[in-house]
């Protein structure tokens, strides 16, 4: 019987030590332990060298029934990307467009516990060397706190639709980055859009966060374990 009570004594302790846990990360990593929606500033420094914009969730994107999960903001020469908001970057990476064939260039800002933006350098070259250069101009690194303005990358140009593809996730799942913009980075995106005659979002419903893995999960891990106490107490009261 105290063998058991002991037992019992261990499952109350899990979710104060996994929470415990959890809150030492996020503060070790600088990641804020909230939810609260972000305000974004412009991610280039040279807001005026943006030619044009291609819009949030612009239907059929590269195949049918897809939509655009980010803003695309289009350069004619090289840009400076810097941070839109205070956070963490929690990872920089590389892959291949699966479109187009190009090399994707990756920056993850952890905003919160809620929320991440993703900046995707999109230079459009095709060759190793170029994209090898492309690689020497990023200075982000993983781990890195950063507060907007902060210059994490030299996107450079090329003919091929050189972009920043500008994402923002909440719990996982992308909206429209312009929707959760400071005044001023709104004035400069309605300022690309009317003088380049291109359009900033398409209409879009926000997407149920009860839907999104980040909180089915840990919910359906909760419930098994509150299952599995109620069980265990009730077999073994006392």
């Not at 902060?150 to 799942?173: C, F, I, K, P, V």
Request: aromatic share 10%.
């Amino acid at each position: 019987m105290q063998k058991m009570n002991q037992r019992k004594k261990v499952m109350l302790a899990i979710p104060l030590i996994v929470v415990t846990a959890l809150l030492g990360y996020s503060t070790l990593l600088g990641i804020s332990p909230g939810f609260e929606s972000p305000s974004l500033e412009f991610p280039i420094l040279e807001s005026g060298d943006v030619e044009r914009l291609a819009a949030y969730h612009t239907p059929d994107w590269g195949e049918p029934g897809v939509f655009h999960n980010g803003i695309d903001l289009i350069i004619p020469n090289n840009v400076t990307i810097v941070a839109p908001v205070q956070g963490t970057i929690v990872s920089v990476g590389e892959q291949v467009n699966p479109y187009a064939g190009n090399t994707l260039f990756e920056i993850t800002v952890a905003i919160n516990w809620g929320w991440q933006v993703k900046l995707v350098l999109e230079p459009g070259f095709l060759d190793a060397a170029n994209n090898s250069l492309q690689h020497d101009m990023i200075d982000a690194v993983s781990g890195q706190r950063v507060v907007p303005g902060d210059e994490l990358a030299t996107l450079l140009y090329s003919n091929n639709y050189a972009h920043l593809h500008y994402m923002l996730l909440r719990y996982g799942q992308d909206v429209c980055a312009y929707n959760y913009s400071t005044a001023a980075a709104k004035t400069v995106f309605d300022t690309i859009a009317s003088t380049s005659n291109s359009t900033i979002t398409y209409h879009y419903s926000e997407p149920n966060v009860l839907s999104s893995p980040m909180v089915i999960v840990p919910a359906a891990a909760i419930g098994a374990y509150v299952l599995l106490v109620y069980v265990v107490f009730r077999r073994f009261p006392g």
